[in-house]
Protein backbone atom coordinates (compact mmCIF):
# COMPACT_ATOMS: atom_id res chain seq x y z
CA UNK A 1 0.00 0.00 0.00
CA UNK A 2 1.36 3.71 -0.76
CA UNK A 3 1.71 5.89 2.08
CA UNK A 4 -1.26 7.75 0.77
CA UNK A 5 -3.34 4.44 1.15
CA UNK A 6 -2.00 4.44 4.72
CA UNK A 7 -2.80 7.94 5.49
CA UNK A 8 -6.64 7.59 4.37
CA UNK A 9 -7.07 4.29 5.76
CA UNK A 10 -5.84 6.03 8.95
CA UNK A 11 -8.48 8.96 8.73
CA UNK A 12 -11.14 6.21 7.61
CA UNK A 13 -10.72 4.29 10.51
CA UNK A 14 -10.81 7.94 12.89
CA UNK A 15 -14.04 8.73 10.78
CA UNK A 16 -12.54 12.03 10.12
CA UNK A 17 -14.34 14.13 7.18
CA UNK A 18 -12.19 15.43 4.45
CA UNK A 19 -11.86 15.66 1.19
CA UNK A 20 -9.04 14.59 -1.53
CA UNK A 21 -8.48 17.35 -3.73
CA UNK A 22 -5.29 18.25 -6.26
CA UNK A 23 -3.43 16.15 -7.98
CA UNK A 24 -4.12 12.65 -6.05
CA UNK A 25 -7.82 13.75 -6.42
CA UNK A 26 -7.73 14.23 -10.01
CA UNK A 27 -5.07 10.74 -10.45
CA UNK A 28 -8.21 9.11 -9.17
CA UNK A 29 -10.08 10.36 -11.40
CA UNK A 30 -8.14 9.32 -14.62
CA UNK A 31 -5.81 12.14 -15.29
CA UNK A 32 -2.58 11.40 -16.44
CA UNK A 33 -0.89 13.26 -13.59
CA UNK A 34 2.09 12.13 -11.31
CA UNK A 35 2.02 13.86 -7.75
CA UNK A 36 4.19 13.09 -4.29
CA UNK A 37 1.76 14.71 -1.59
CA UNK A 38 -1.45 14.05 -0.55
CA UNK A 39 -3.73 17.43 -0.17
CA UNK A 40 -6.99 17.46 1.53
CA UNK A 41 -9.34 19.59 3.06
CA UNK A 42 -10.97 18.56 6.20
CA UNK A 43 -14.18 19.50 8.31
CA UNK A 44 -13.14 22.31 10.83
CA UNK A 45 -16.15 20.97 13.13
CA UNK A 46 -14.57 20.98 16.83
CA UNK A 47 -15.17 16.84 17.11
CA UNK A 48 -13.78 16.13 13.49
CA UNK A 49 -10.68 18.33 14.70
CA UNK A 50 -9.88 16.27 17.42
CA UNK A 51 -10.38 12.56 15.53
CA UNK A 52 -8.30 14.36 12.87
CA UNK A 53 -5.65 14.83 15.38
CA UNK A 54 -5.86 11.64 16.57
CA UNK A 55 -5.58 10.02 12.93
CA UNK A 56 -2.27 12.16 12.84
CA UNK A 57 -1.17 10.80 16.26
CA UNK A 58 -1.61 7.03 15.03
CA UNK A 59 0.57 7.80 11.99
CA UNK A 60 3.38 9.43 13.90
CA UNK A 61 3.16 12.85 12.11
CA UNK A 62 5.74 15.00 12.89
CA UNK A 63 6.33 18.30 11.28
CA UNK A 64 9.49 18.98 8.95
CA UNK A 65 10.58 22.17 9.67
CA UNK A 66 13.94 23.64 10.51
CA UNK A 67 14.47 24.16 14.14
CA UNK A 68 11.80 22.39 15.82
CA UNK A 69 11.82 18.60 16.34
CA UNK A 70 9.41 16.31 17.38
CA UNK A 71 6.55 19.00 16.97
CA UNK A 72 3.48 16.88 16.68
CA UNK A 73 -0.41 18.17 14.99
CA UNK A 74 -2.46 20.12 17.71
CA UNK A 75 -6.15 20.88 17.61
CA UNK A 76 -5.31 24.69 17.25
CA UNK A 77 -3.12 24.32 14.44
CA UNK A 78 -6.58 22.99 12.16
CA UNK A 79 -9.18 25.68 13.65
CA UNK A 80 -7.17 29.50 13.09
CA UNK A 81 -8.40 31.86 15.18
CA UNK A 82 -11.63 33.94 13.93
CA UNK A 83 -12.51 31.64 11.88
CA UNK A 84 -15.67 29.34 12.11
CA UNK A 85 -17.74 27.16 9.22
CA UNK A 86 -20.00 25.57 11.75
Do not use: C, W
Request: no cysteine; proline share 7%; aromatic share 6%.
Amino acid sequence: MTEFGAILKALIARDVEFVVVGGVSAALQGAPVVTIDLDLVHSREQKNVSRLVTALADLEARYRVPGLTNRTPEPSHFRPPGISFS
